[in-house]
């Protein structure tokens, strides 16, 4: 009985992410519908609104997995870390150079990111050992701006673009952004929907258990035996890996790679996500991200220069009014709801209170 009714069990409780994933594969096709388009223009990759729509969310999709990646070691570890953007930005460059300038294939060119993102992983790990706290977060912040400079300097010019970008990267036909722009929303939605249930897993295991326990007591962790070093390793690798991948995804889609995105400023960015839709739930940086492009796109349109004011005004609000993000705080009540229907069952069975 317990095995014939365990995949249904699963299934009721990833009801929700089945369903979200479901409206999200779609929400081209909607969107046609609703625009006079038909489903044969949306698979033809016509122009129109269903196009711009699946644009707009691959870029969503692609900030969901650098957002969910920075929770990893910062939500869920603990390690606070200034140079996450290091990350994104290695793979984003890394991907353009190999195939722009060394003409590689696109299945060369994965292998190579995932290999940096390997390497850099261990890099930030050679100082796990000696520095924590804010003394990581200034290292981690000195190694990321000195791949910000070196991306800009004169020398590297001709590969990285310099100031300017990287530009003119050659696309892969198979995931051309222009013309297989469905091709390229359904293959980033399924890496989105990959890379969550990877760190579903991973913090749901015994290895993420103790990640836990790192976040919320290093000391006492150790007092158990537990050499935190390699815990801390094992979620800066994953972590880097998923932003590498990320950054391949950018520079895939983008017509440019922008140096902007290897500074402190877009470390601050997948703060903010983390801070919309609550740190260390996993699922909360997704929803961030969302939240976070989403509410740049439309300010922008609407107000103009007037829009970073607005969205600034907007997240000192959710800082005040929602501290632990949407999803922290929907999660707080819905253990309100169970602390409260517990009480009401033992005041009608008659048993009293807590």
Same mark, same amino acid.
């Given at each position: 009985m317990p095995t014939s009714s365990s995949p249904r069990t699963w299934l009721r409780s990833q009801l929700g992410l089945i369903l979200i994933v479901?409206?999200?594969?779609?929400?081209?096709?909607?969107? @046609?519908?609703?625009?006079?388009?038909?489903?044969?223009?949306?698979?033809?990759?016509?122009k129109g609104n269903a196009k711009f729509i699946q644009g707009l969310?691959? $870029?969503?999709?692609?900030?969901?997995?650098?957002?969910?990646?920075?929770?990893?070691?910062?939500?869920?570890? @603990?390690?606070?870390?200034?140079?996450?953007?290091?990350?994104?930005?290695?793979?984003?460059?890394?991907?353009?150079?190999?195939?722009?300038?060394?003409g590689w294939s696109l299945g060369q060119t994965i292998l190579?990111?995932?290999?940096?993102?390997?390497?850099?992983?261990?890099?930030?790990g050679i100082v796990l050992p000696r520095v924590k706290g804010i003394t990581f977060a200034l290292v981690t912040l000195g190694l990321a701006s000195v791949f910000d400079i070196l991306i800009k300097t004169r020398e590297l010019g001709e590969y990285t673009g310099s100031d300017v970008g990287l530009q003119g990267i050659p696309r892969p036909p198979i995931l051309d952004p222009t013309d297989q722009r469905l091709r390229f929303y359904f293959v980033a939605l399924a890496f989105t929907l990959l890379v969550f249930l990877l760190y579903k897993r991973f913090v749901d295991s015994?290895?993420?258990r103790v990640c836990i326990a790192i976040r919320e007591n290093e000391n006492r962790a150790r007092m158990l035996g537990y050499n935190t070093f390699y815990f801390k390793l094992a979620a800066l690798t994953l972590s880097s890996l998923t932003a590498a991948m990320a950054g391949l995804l950018n520079a895939l889609y983008k017509p440019i790679v922008s140096p902007e995105i290897a500074g402190l400023g877009f470390t601050v960015d997948g703060l903010l996500m983390l801070?919309?839709?609550?740190? @260390?739930?996993?699922?909360?940086?997704?929803?961030?991200?969302?939240?976070?492009?989403?509410?740049?796109?439309?300010?922008?349109?609407?107000?103009? $220069?007037?829009?970073?004011?607005?969205?600034?005004?907007?997240?000192?609000?959710?800082?005040?009014?929602?501290?632990?993000?949407?999803?922290?705080?929907?999660?707080?009540?819905?253990?309100?709801?169970?602390? @409260?229907?517990?009480?009401?069952?033992?005041l009608f069975g008659g048993r009293g209170g807590d």
């Open positions: 479901l409206a999200l594969a779609a929400l081209p096709f909607v969107i @046609g519908l609703l625009n006079g388009q038909s489903i044969s223009d949306v698979l033809a990759n016509a969310m691959i $870029e969503v999709f692609i900030l969901a997995i650098f957002a969910i990646s920075y929770d990893l070691i910062l939500g869920i570890t @603990g390690l606070l870390s200034f140079g996450h953007a290091m990350f994104f930005a290695v793979g984003s460059y890394l991907t353009g150079v190999a195939l722009k300038s060394f190579a990111v995932l290999a940096a993102g390997v390497i850099q992983a261990l890099l930030f015994p290895t993420g801070l919309i839709g609550g740190m @260390g739930t996993l699922s909360g940086a997704m929803v961030g991200a969302g939240i976070f492009r989403l509410l740049d796109f439309y300010f922008d349109r609407w107000f103009g $220069e007037a829009s970073s004011f607005l969205i600034g005004g907007l997240y000192v609000l959710l800082v005040l009014f929602v501290p632990y993000g949407f999803v922290g705080a929907w999660r707080a009540r819905a253990l309100d709801f169970r602390r @409260g229907r517990a009480r009401l069952l033992h």
